[in-house]
């Protein structure tokens, strides 16, 4: 991709997403009524990794990327860390969260607003990093680097998550939010390059037909 092709790909999500309404509707593009399902699918995923669920994981601080007004800090990754910070490229949605939050919102530490080519995690603190519905917004340069420093970002026994739309044969371009869905090949391909091992991958069960499948990738 050229310099001006990046241009236009970033240039064009930021305006989609300055359009979007800051409700989880908006965030989930009209289907605010499988946010239930997606969450509780999460959770199951995550669970067994964390301490309180057998696994190493502490719950001390998590990183939401991508994180819109914090749909999912506020339903998966408050109920169950001590602190959690946003990272997010609409400072619009970063506006709204606290109040979307609601009193839980004081344990909400940082909300950067930067889009994830651009953000390092500091290195050694997060003991889940969660990446969800984001990931088609980054070239695939951008997004092997950003993998990378996500690695560098977690604590000993830390664990990225990744959950996506994953297309079926080819990656898919979508002209009016400027992402691309990717292959579960291409993903996984990106994942090996990264130096980051897959602990756990699955598909998450129960959204309506017609919508793309949606895996959760747990890596290390
Ligand atoms: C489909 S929404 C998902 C929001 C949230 N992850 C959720 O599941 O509720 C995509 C979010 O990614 C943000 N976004 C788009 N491009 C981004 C980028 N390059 N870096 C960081 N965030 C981005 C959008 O502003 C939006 O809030």
Same mark, same amino acid.
């Given at each position: ?104 919102? =004081? ?6 607003? =930067? ?106």
């Amino acid at each position: 991709m050229s310099l001006e092709e990046e241009d236009k790909f970033y240039g064009d999500a930021k305006k989609y997403w300055e359009g979007i309404t800051p409700t989880v509707d908006g965030m989930l593009g009209g289907f605010a009524k499988i946010s239930p399902t997606d969450i509780n699918g999460s959770h199951a995923f995550l669970r067994p990794f964390l301490v309180v669920g057998g696994g190493k994981t502490e719950t001390t601080r998590a990183l939401d990327c991508g994180a819109g007004i914090g749909r999912i800090t506020k339903r998966l990754l408050l109920p169950i860390f001590k602190t959690v910070d946003m990272v997010e490229l609409n400072q619009k949605f970063l506006d709204e969260a606290r109040s979307f939050i609601g009193e839980e919102s =004081s344990r909400v530490d940082k909300l950067f607003c =930067s889009g994830l080519q651009d953000f390092t995690p500091k290195v050694g603190t997060y003991d889940v990093i969660w990446s969800q519905w984001v990931l088609g917004h980054l070239t695939d340069d951008h997004l092997l680097k950003f993998l990378k420093r996500c690695q560098s970002g977690l604590t000993a026994n830390g664990i990225l998550i990744l959950k996506e739309n994953i297309s079926g044969q080819d990656r898919e371009f979508d002209e009016l939010d400027s992402s691309y869905t990717r292959t579960r090949e291409e993903l996984d391909k990106v994942i090996s390059q990264s130096g980051l091992n897959i602990l756990k991958c699955e598909k998450q069960k129960g959204f309506p037909k017609g919508l793309y499948d949606v895996y959760m990738y747990a890596l290390q």
